[in-house]
T-cell receptor
Framework: DQQVKQNSPSLSVQEGRISILNCDYT??????FLWYKKYPAEGPTFLIS?????DKNEDGRFTVFLNKSAKHLSLHIVPSQPGDSAVYFC?????????????FGQGTTLQVKP | DADVTQTPRNRITKTGKRIMLECSQT?????MYWYRQDPGLGLRLIYY???????NKGEISDGYSVSRQAQAKFSLSLESAIPNQTALYFC??????????????????FGPGTRLTVL
């Protein structure tokens, strides 16, 4: 049973436009959410996170939005650049224990075309 | 130099063989993790360790064992490899070093991965 789902396996956008990557979760106990980015032949790298007490967190071109009632989060990249082409994983953590136990989604491959 | 290293980077083995994947870190983190990545399934947690004497099973620990030899080293063993253990394996670390507040342990640093093929 997939508790964190990324229903779009791939997304293609034009350079300079907005990329929106989506993630849904089912466990209402999740209270911390993260996005990781992965290039081929490398490990994932942390990108941005959000606590459930917030509905938005912004870091440069990257913004994560959280809709707790819909159990949905999204990552916006504006403007998109060819170097953003990678696999993006959303992840969730349960409770306030800050244990580092993360549940990952399946990943979405983003292609930004020049 | 990389903060989290994994050896080997690639390994092909046969069914029934014992395999050990090794992970070392220079970040000074207390927590270490092993994940596997399969197409369409994302990353799944195999084992995690809060410190040298605290090791815990993750989602998919069956068929695997781990050893935390030191704070900086965490190895994953497949006692008798089987073909459905063919996957990309990642080690990760996290800690409070250089960070503060909530969520620090969730911000994990990953190694480059080991591609394991079991024939």
């Amino acid at each position: 049973d997939q508790q964190v789902k990324q229903n779009s396996p791939s997304l293609s956008v034009q350079e300079g436009r907005i990329s929106i990557l989506n993630c849904d979760y089912t466990n209402s106990m999740f209270d911390y959410f993260l996005w990781y980015k992965k290039y081929p032949a490398e490990g994932p790298t942390f990108l941005i996170s959000i606590s459930s007490i917030k509905d938005k967190n912004e870091d440069g071109r990257f913004t994560v939005f959280l809709n707790k009632s819909a159990k949905h989060l999204s990552l916006h990249i504006v403007p998109s650049q060819p170097g953003d082409s990678a696999v993006y994983f959303c992840a969730a953590s349960e409770g306030s224990s800050n244990t580092g136990k993360l549940i990952f989604g399946q990943g979405t491959t983003l292609q930004v075309k020049p | 130099d990389a903060d989290v290293t994994q050896t080997p980077r690639n390994r092909i083995t046969k069914t029934g063989k014992r395999i050990m994947l090794e992970c070392s870190q220079t970040k000074g983190h207390d927590r270490m993790y092993w994940y596997r990545q399969d197409p369409g399934l994302g990353l799944r947690l195999i084992y995690y360790s809060f410190d040298v004497k605290d090791i815990n099973k993750g989602e998919i620990s069956d068929g695997y064992s781990v050893s935390r030899q030191a704070q900086a080293k965490f190895s994953l063993s497949l006692e008798s490899a089987i073909p459905n253990q063919t996957a990309l394996y990642f080690c990760a670390t996290s800690g409070l070093t250089g960070t503060s507040g909530r969520g620090a342990y969730n911000e994990q640093f990953f190694g480059p991965g080991t591609r394991l093929t079991v024939l």
